[in-house]
Every structure is written in structure tokens, then in C-alpha cells.
């Protein structure tokens, strides 16, 4: 068990009253930070709902000092990092995540938009807009709509039964009163006392300081405003259900502080899928195929626990006294290994969360565990589940994670005479006889990235004869997701892939556990049984995320399909790429590499490119918004012309979203993105619209990308410098992480590029000049590469192409 690297955050209150948490994390390569005001929807004035949904949209459109081109969304997404910010019952939160060099200028622009927001006029009818165009996209959203219904059996005064997102009918921009109400919210709310920030970096605590301190000073100071009380949830439990799925709610009142940490412990327990629990009970009475537990409400002692269930309405009371049965049975237990185990399992997600994940992780103040005090709690919340002395036999408790305890591995495993740590990740002839193995390995053991760090990467590609049918691919997925769960907690994240012909196997995380889970992961998958078949129903998606799902199929060549997972296995071809693996994880991948089935090939063929023609398919999204994505591929892979190509990406992002989104008020779900698909380069533009077309948000899109020359031309030599220089930067190893570096260097591969691929590529980006970046504009607008668009209309008429 590896020694925690991230020790509890410091913790203080500023002489204005600003809460804030730092933590220093020296092997970080970017820094974050996560801001929450303690006000939420369910603070906002009953008049006005939405209003403070409404809020947090218009802090985001700019201020004097940084007008919206300037502000902190186009800041981070000019320098690859992220941002967003979420409205929930009783909290506000905004957090972004930067390249450490940049994060005070970030810091510096969140500052002034909490303080100082224009709130125009005009920018508030427009922002209305949008939030009309959600309103409406959530409306006719089943998934939306299924997490509004659960709150049915609360008491229809209670807010949680109330509108909060806002619309056109409840946004009375116009009227004296809500501009009001709106500046008075603002005042109330926005100030230091309501104020918790928290800072993730590889800085020095005395450098977060300084950065914390600068920060508060832009505020307006305040003391903690006390919120309303909610009203009584005034039930205990309450059931609602559908065709495909059931909840059982139970609701809470007076709970202690810890209670949250005891939701959390026992919604994991809930959870788990292995035999002997609740679900694996279920599943074999074929009375559910999923359940999932969250503890979707909590506020002042207030609680609302919710299990959903993969099931048919009329097993749910069945479920219910199973559940019942199992809490009484839990209740009885010693938790004592559950809680030890929880708290390892709880260490080991923390030393792989990025920067972005430990600040808003702290933000939220949540526990590494189950504190005595969370203890009592649970006993209290159980006891008000309701439990009994008596409890059915069959139940135990689960068996603990194969992967959280790692054997110690011996000293210079691996090696043999005559060899030493500089071949690190190269077999030789004895090796290869002792494993009975002649050829030359398939599995690259790369030294693209150092192998001194606790993370790395492993990725399996599969080539083979024919594509899983659509049941197969569901089968293969759920063989391997006790194998999925297993391994993220202890800090190792598997992905499984069967897109068309090409299969991929991936591990991402902490490294020492990586053989024994990439053993398990095979024997998952190429043990594939009958009762794999069972499929649990899938969340609807919006429209843009139905187009975004099909997008890696649409990009390979139509093939035939197959339901024999015994043959495709047998008849497939494989290689990998290993990285960051030091000599001893190396060492022990022998047995793991001994079980890859299908027979090593170190020259399988490259991935299709996507074709030249202009392609298009329609995908029926079932819904009465529109939907487009237009994909924009590089017409080869050389990396001169990946490097033009996200420098455009970088230089459309912002402006494509303002020109969309803002001033043609098109929809909310607007974006433009570079996106790496088998090894080839790729600009995506993506629209959802409830009112126009997908040959009219065709036109939009050619419109913008007709005048991108007319950007590139409008900027100086000096900003043009700092935009080659900004996007460099993201690739430099000193703001890379491992994980997207392995990514990065895994398509590089894919492409056919050499392991000093992001060397090259910094490079080539830097020598990028006005002219070359002109051509390659002028090559995106004509479409050289060809142009594939997946939407949610037919193929309209000529150049269009139906895509097969």
C-alpha cells in the first residue's frame, strides 16, 4: 500500500471573512482552484425562479476590466485548461483548472467577475435566451425529466418540487422588480463571509497564500449570512417507478454534521456488485440488473437517499424487503475491515485526482473515510431505514479488493546477468526463452515517458477479423465491470473499447497494480458467459451526446459483425504500448502478457483514414431538437499539419461559441473542440438547437469557418507569438500529465509518428507563421481532408455524400 502523497489541506479564515482551503501537491502539473458561495436556487426569492441560475450564467460576460474575450472562460481556454461552474439547492460553485504559470491570471479574472458583473440589459434578454433554449432541451430530456420525477413524493411545497433553472416566463428581465432582486441577491450572497476557496498546486503553501490573499482583496467583504431553514421533508420513504427502472427514497430529518460522510460509506457498500451483497442478491433472483444508491439531497440535517434499480415496477416491493433484509444484516456487522478497507480504497483515488479534482474535492469538505462520529451516524441512519434482529442467512459481507495490496516486488526483478537499469523495458533472447516466448514482444515498454513516478499507462490494441455485434459489445462491457470497479479503486482506471475492428484495452493510474489488473481485466473478457448478455437500460442522452457517442463508428469503414467472441479472439492480432512502468512492474507483466489472447504482430495495419468525400449520416435522436456535428479531419497525418490544426482549434474555440451561442442565440449546447480519433487530427464543431435545422446550422458553421482568416489576420505578431506560445506550453512535460501524455503519445502511434513525438510537435507549433496558418485555414474551409457531419436530418442534396 503506497504512503498517502497528499496530506490533509490547510484551513484557515481570512481577517474578510473568505474560508479557504490550500493544499500542496509538489508532483502536480497544473494547479487549481475550486470557489463556492454558500447560495444556491433554493435561496433565491420565490418570485423569481432561476434567478440565481441566472446569475452564475451572466458573471461569465465579462466585466470592464476583462470583457467576455478576455474573461476567464476564453483566458483557460486559450491556455488548454478547464472551466465551468454548477447551481445546486444551496450552493453556487465556479472552478477551473490551469498550467500553474498561468493560474493567477485566472485567479485574477475570477476575482473580478464574482465582483464586479456588468449585468447589461441587453446581455441579460440574450442570456435569457439561452436559458430558454435549455428549459427546453431539459424538457424534452428523459433522463431530465426522470431526476425531476423522483422528487414526486415530497410534499409539493417543498422546494425540491419547485422550478429553479429559469426561462423566458420566469426571467422578468425587464421589470424594475427583478433587477432588484437580482443586485440584491448579488450583494447578499457574493461577499467573502458566503465565500469558500479552495487551491490545489505544486506551489508552496507560502505561494498559495499570496495567491489567496490577492484574491480576497478584490472581494467585497461581509459576514456569513445565515440561509433560510428548508421545510420539513415530512415523509419517511416514498417509491417511484416506471416501466424499466424503480426508486425507493428515503428521506431524513435532524441529522448529525457526519451524516454525509455515512451516507457516502454506506451508498459504496450499496453499490458493490460482489456476491454476497444486495445487488448480486437481486441479480441472481432476477429481480434487478443495477442498482444505484446516491444521496441525491442534503442540507442542514436534511437527507434524501435514493436507490434506483435496474427492474421491472413490479418487483419493487420484492426489492424493498430485500433491502430491508440487508440493512438489518448490515446494521449487526462489525465494520471495522469495511471501514479500514473504505479509507485505503479512499487514499488511493486521491493520490491519482488531478489538480481540478482535489480542489473541488476539498471544496466539498468531505471525509477520507468513516470517522467514529460517521459511525454513529450511519447507526442512526440505518436504524431509520428500518432494521430488524432477524435477518436472512445468505447474506455476507463482501470480499475485500484484490488490488489494494500489492506484494512487494524483488529487488532488480527482471534483470538478469549482464543487464542493467538502463534496459529497463527491452527483452532479451534469454528472457524470451524463458517465458517460451522467441518472437519479439508486441508490447513496447516505451521510455517516451520516466518511469520515476508512481503513475503510467498500459494500452492493448486488438485487430480483428470482424466487429462485436451489438450484444457481444454489451456482454464484453459487463464481464468486465467488477474488474472496472476493483481496479478505480485502488487508483487504476480500465477502459474497454470495440469500435468496428479495432479493440482497445486501456489502464490509466497508479502503476503497481497494473499487472494484476490487466490479468484479471483478460481473463473478464475472454471469459465471456451467457448470463453477460443481461443489459442493463441505458440513460437517454441529449441529442449532440447521441451524435458525439456514434462519432468513433462513423469514422471507420462499414464492416461485417460477429457474435463469436471465441473466434474473433482466436482469428484477432494485437500489440501495446507500456509507459511510464518502472523495471519492476515491468517485470511482473509476464504472466499478464502470457494470457493476451490472438497472435503478436508488431505491423498491424494503420487505422483507416476518414474518407476525403463530404460524408453524411443521419442518426434518429428520437427527439424534436436538432442536432449537428461537423467533423473536420487533417488531410494526413503529418504532424506540421496537427500542429496548424490545433492552433485553429485554439483560435476558433472562443469565437465559435460567442458567434453561436451568444449573438445567434442558435441553443446552449454549442462547441468546438480538437479531438484525436485513430491517430488522425480532428476539428470538431457540435450545435443542439431547438429551433434551427441541421442545414441551417450547417450554414452557420461554413460562415464561421469562412472567416477565420479574417481572425488570424486581425492578429498582431505579438498576440499570435503568445498564441503559438500558450499552446506549446500544453505540451511541455512541465504541465503534461502522465495520463494525457500516454494519450497523446498512444495516437502519436497510432499516427505512425516516432517517440520523440511531443517534442516534435512543440516544435512544429512554434514554427507555425501567419502564411502557414492561412494555408491550412484555406484547406479546413475547401475541405481536403474531407468533411464527415453526423446529424439528426437526412443527407440533404448534393456534395453530400450518405455515409454506409
Known sequence: MPAPTHPRPHTETMANGLRVTLRHVPGLKRSAAALRVSAGSHDAPLAWPGLAHFLEHLLFLGTER???GEGLMAYVQGHGGQVNASTRERATDFFFELPTQSFSGGLERLSDMLAKPRMNLDDQLREREVLQAEFVAWSQDPAAQQQFAVYEGLPAEHPLRGFHAGNRDSLHVEQPAFQQALKDFHQQFYQTGQMTLSLVGPQSLDELKALTEKFAAALPAGDKVAQALPLSLAVKSYQQVDERRGNLLFAFEALPESSSEALAFLCHWLNSAKPGGLLAHLQQQKLADGLKATPIYQFAGQALLDLEFSAPSQSLKAIRDDLLDWVSFFAQQDWAPLREEYAALLQRQQQVRGALQLARH???????GLSDKGAEALTQILGEIGTVDNFSEHWHLPAANPFLRVSEPLANAGLIRGQTSAHRGLRTFAQDRSRGRRERSPMQFSQALPDSGDE????????????????????????????????????????FNATGTQWLLKLTGLSESMPSILEHALKSLTQVDADSSRSEPETPLIPIRQLLKTLPEQVLESVNISDDARHLWTSSRWDGLALGLNQQTQAAMGLALSRIPGSPD????????IPTQKHWSHIDTASSEHALLLCCPTEGRDITDEAAWRLLAQLCQTPFYQRLRVELQLGYAVFSALRQMQGQTTLLFGVQSPSAKPAALLKHIQQFLNGIPALIEELDEVSLGQQRQNLANQFDDANLSSKDAAELLWQARLAGHSSDYLEQLIIAIRQLDRQTLLSAAQRLIKAEGGWLCIASDPVPQTPWQAAN
Do not use: K
Request: aromatic share 6%; net charge negative.
Open 456 to 495: 503510467g499507462a498500459i494500452y492493448l490494441r486488438w485487430h480483428m477479423e470482424a466487429a462485436a455485434t451489438a450484444d457481444l459489445h454489451s456482454r464484453l462491457q459487463r464481464s468486465l465491470r467488477q474488474t472496472q470497479q476493483d481496479a478505480r479503486e485502488a487508483g487504476v482506471e480500465v477502459s
Open 602 to 609: 508488431n505491423q498491424l495495419p494503420a487505422p483507416a483514414a
Open 362 to 368: 476539498d471544496s466539498e469538505q468531505l471525509e477520507n
Open 66 to 68: 476583462f470583457p467576455a
